[in-house]
């Protein structure tokens, strides 16, 4: 639950398809992007609410839900 007042942060998902030399599919890329434009000068440049989940942490919740 974010603090009383702030925003949280807005994100999009862009994606990428690489290509091989004669154009058949390589792999498929995604990845997820902060939109740093919502935010305004001197107000709320100093405080940034994002929390992150590594994988290993991740991996370590799904084995001791396993």
Wanted: aromatic share 10%.
């Amino acid at each position: 639950m974010l603090p009383k007042g702030v925003k949280s942060i807005v994100v999009k998902w862009v994606f990428k398809i690489k290509l091989n030399e004669d154009g058949t599919v390589e792999k498929l890329k995604a990845r997820l992007v902060a939109t740093g434009y919502v935010k305004h000068h001197g107000m709320d440049y100093t405080k940034v609410f994002a929390p992150v989940a590594r994988l290993y942490t991740i991996r370590v919740i799904l084995a001791t839900a396993a």
